[in-house]
């Protein structure tokens, strides 16, 4: 089935690297001898599962290369050298914020940051609750932006948390309200992060017991599982159909070979559990000359 389905994984893969957006994310997975990094690649319909050896980012460079809509990701360090635009993950942000605000509770230079990134992130979001991610809306916000930014760049702090954030903000200045310039591009990574956690089901359920080989084989298969979901057709009916084009296949064309009905068992046959459902069944029910006579 691999074998016979690694056109579709290219072409999931093609269909992703030359679209406008791309989700990104990354997770560790225990193998028989060592360990290893499943990356998972996608959009808001297509699903490529990867396996690499190691966390090393050096591959999403040539991966990457011809890639030129929005990559959104979190605040891995590998993602920051690859040459196009970003959105970094405001959730990852706002959890990592909210830890400090729990770790220096009484820093008044630090909620001097957060309070007016936080009402700025608050806007931001209630407009695309109200408009969706519309650009034209969004793009009223450009103002705020540019004034936080100029207004936090031009502050001296003497504690140490408020100056670790504010450098960290200025790092990322471009890169973290990078969806207020583009049309449909989230301002969070929860895209890819629901994608893996279907990886994660599975790891969690082979502790130890996978190899190399055969995780590879298997991400292959559930890049289709789940690209389907995210189309909303069923991942059997895919596999029955023949085809190895996903995108057509969602578009209803179909082969004009006619195909062989699903049969699940062998005309005739019965199988085990019915019947002795069966039998069960019948010596539960009363003898009808029986009730006549009574």
Same mark, same amino acid.
């Given at each position: ?245 996903? #995108? ?15 049969? #699940? ?30």
């Amino acid at each position: 089935m691999v074998c016979y389905y690694k056109t579709t994984y290219q072409g999931l893969l093609k269909k992703i690297l030359s679209g406008n957006l791309l989700h990104i994310d990354e997770t560790e997975v225990q193998l028989q001898s060592g360990k290893g990094y499943v990356w998972v690649f996608t959009n808001l319909e297509e699903v490529v599962f990867m396996y690499r050896p190691t966390r090393e980012g050096d591959f999403l460079r040539e991966l990457l290369k011809d890639f030129h809509g929005v990559l959104v990701s979190d605040f891995y360090a590998a993602y920051d050298s690859i040459e196009c635009p970003q959105q970094k993950c405001l959730i990852h942000l706002m959890r990592d914020i909210n830890q400090e605000l729990l770790n220096n509770p009484y820093d008044d230079e630090l909620q001097s940051i957060t309070r007016p990134f936080g009402a700025l992130l608050r806007a931001v979001v209630e407009t695309v609750d109200r408009h969706g991610l519309k650009k034209r809306f969004l793009e009223t916000h450009k103002q705020e932006v540019e004034g936080f930014f100029k207004g936090l760049n031009e502050k001296i702090f003497r504690s140490e948390a408020a100056e670790s954030l504010r450098s960290r903000l200025m790092k990322y200045r471009n890169k973290l309200f990078t969806f207020i310039d583009y049309e449909g591009v989230p301002w969070n990574n929860n895209n890819a992060e629901h994608a893996i956690r279907q990886f994660i089901y599975y790891r969690e359920g082979s502790p130890r017991r996978l190899k190399e080989e055969g995780l590879s084989d298997y991400l292959v298969l559930l890049s289709i599982y789940q690209t389907c979901r995210y189309k909303g057709v069923s991942f059997l009916k895919f596999l029955v159909s023949g085809q190895r084009d996903v #995108v057509s296949y969602c578009e209803g064309k179909r082969s004009q070979r006619r195909l062989p009905t699903i049969q #699940v068992y062998p005309k005739g046959f019965v199988p085990p559990h019915i019947a002795n459902w069966r039998k069960k069944r019948a010596c539960q029910q009363p003898d009808s000359e029986a009730l006549q006579s009574e």
